[in-house]
């Protein structure tokens, strides 16, 4: 968990720069265009003699351009946010998970401190009942350290076995939660990856349909223009 973590943290961090990249991107791309439409407006129409047909971004005829170029900012799709809110999700689930992990350890460790204490516990009461002795049973009565010996191991062992309860169910519960942790993780890494596939493509598409807009009225305007630089426009 803790190398499963530090790997998403790095990649948190890859995903939030192209996130942000991308954004400054789209900005930009919408300048472009809206560039291109204002550079028609208060330049080419006057090259034109304000002839408006022989505009493209700008031809009344060309509703269908003039309306994606419109709607264009609101149909650029960062497809990397859909992965920075995976990446979030996933940073708090594996915090979550390394924790109640880390609960069932600390949990494990006072079941063998218990264990541990409770076999001290025997050997002081097999060494006494065999006639033993020390500073703290000099002068008292082996009956007495003996019931006493014995009464601190029986709370021992109930301790002991009490936590052994405890570790057995929340061990079992949290195998279960594990296997269904893993599967979670897995089923939500394959969505968040087909969401950003179908946000790209269809980030892709609003591009690729506004460019084929472009193209289709510049072969009706101006069918010939750049024929003389055949190389850059033949898969055009």
């Not at 025997?122 to 002795?133: A, N, R, Y």
Request: charged share 35%; hydrophobic share 35%.
């Amino acid at each position: 968990m803790k190398k499963s973590l530090k790997n998403i943290e790095v990649f948190h961090k890859c995903v939030e720069t192209a996130a942000e990249k991308r954004q400054h991107e789209i900005k930009k791309y919408v300048e472009l265009i809206n560039g291109l439409v204002d550079y028609e407006k208060n330049g080419i129409i006057f090259f034109a003699d304000d002839n408006t047909s022989s505009l493209i971004f700008n031809n009344p005829s060309y509703t269908e351009l003039s309306e994606k170029v419109t709607k264009l900012k609101d149909k650029l799709i960062n497809p990397y946010t859909a992965f920075k809110d995976w990446l979030d999700e996933e940073v708090l689930d594996a915090e979550a998970m390394s924790i109640a992990i880390k609960g069932i350890n600390e949990l494990m460790e006072k079941e063998d401190k218990y264990r541990q204490k409770l076999e001290s516990v025997e050997s002081e009461l097999k060494k006494i009942e065999s006639g033993g002795t020390s500073l703290k049973t000099l002068f008292k009565k082996k009956e007495d350290v003996i019931a006493n010996k014995q009464k601190e191991k029986d709370e021992v062992q109930e301790k002991k076995n009490n936590m052994e309860l405890i570790v057995k169910i929340v061990a079992d519960n949290m195998e279960s939660q594990i296997e269904e942790f893993k599967n979670l993780k897995t089923q939500t890494y394959y969505k968040y990856l087909k969401i950003f596939a179908i946000l790209q493509r269809e980030s892709n598409k609003v591009v690729r349909e506004l460019w084929t807009l472009v193209k289709n009225g510049l072969n009706e305007i101006a069918p010939n223009a750049g024929e003389g630089n055949k190389t850059m426009l033949r898969n055009l």
